[in-house]
């Protein structure tokens, strides 16, 4: 995913006039970093939250107008890092989840990995979904990964949310899936369909 693919998916949905505030706000962003946190509070309101398609799956407008303006920071090093995490802060939860969905497009190595965590502590489905996107995939500790997959089956977050699930899932991990569906089913409660076909496909 490229900022490129992001830009061009709002102009095919935005109207004219969102897609020029869209624009003219990354501008200002680039110019004067600060703008950033009073631009991302309304970017719901001035480009609304309709889904951007197949290609970006589970993304929406307003997700990518703020990845927009996340990227759109002239800053590196520290103070990238100290802004993005200011903005997930202060931000509501779509503007945090938004953080979440863009830190892989920003040039921020291991240094956001506090965010992925403070996001699987919570109790939000929303957040813990892309809590574990691609830049968790790369950046999380193999423990903490694990732990957050699991947390998503305990919330029913499908697993397909989990970004690099193939590569990193190691017998630890499922021996933690199969402790968890004999724990439901002891309990009489059903398991989990994809966590079913997942662990149907490790005796194949």
């Known amino acids: 995913m490229k900022t490129e693919q992001i830009h061009g998916r709002l102009t095919d949905l935005l109207s004219p006039a969102a897609m020029r505030w869209a624009e003219a706000s990354c501008a200002a962003v680039a110019a004067h970093p600060p703008a950033l946190f009073e631009l991302s509070a309304v970017a719901g309101l001035r480009c609304g939250r309709a889904p951007l398609g197949c290609d ?75 809590a574990l996107g691609p830049y968790a995939a790369e950046q999380l500790d193999q423990r903490s990964w694990r732990d957050g997959v699991l947390k998503c089956l305990f919330m029913g977050v499908p697993l397909v949310a989990v970004a690099g699930l193939d590569r990193r899932s190691d017998p630890e991990l499922i021996r933690m899936f199969r402790d968890y569906a004999a724990e439901r089913a002891a309990a009489g409660r059903s398991v989990p369909t994809d966590l079913r076909i997942l662990l149907d496909s490790q005796e194949t």
């Open 56 to 130: 970006l799956p589970d993304w929406t407008a307003d997700d990518a107008v703020r990845a927009l303006m996340l990227c759109s920071l002239p800053l590196d090093g520290p103070e990238l890092v100290e802004t993005v995490a200011a903005v997930y802060r202060q931000g509501d939860t779509l503007e945090r989840r938004a953080v979440l969905r863009t830190l892989p497009l920003l040039a921020i190595g291991d240094e956001a990995v506090p965010l992925v965590r403070d996001a699987l502590r919570t109790n939000d489905p929303r957040l813990i979904a892309v």
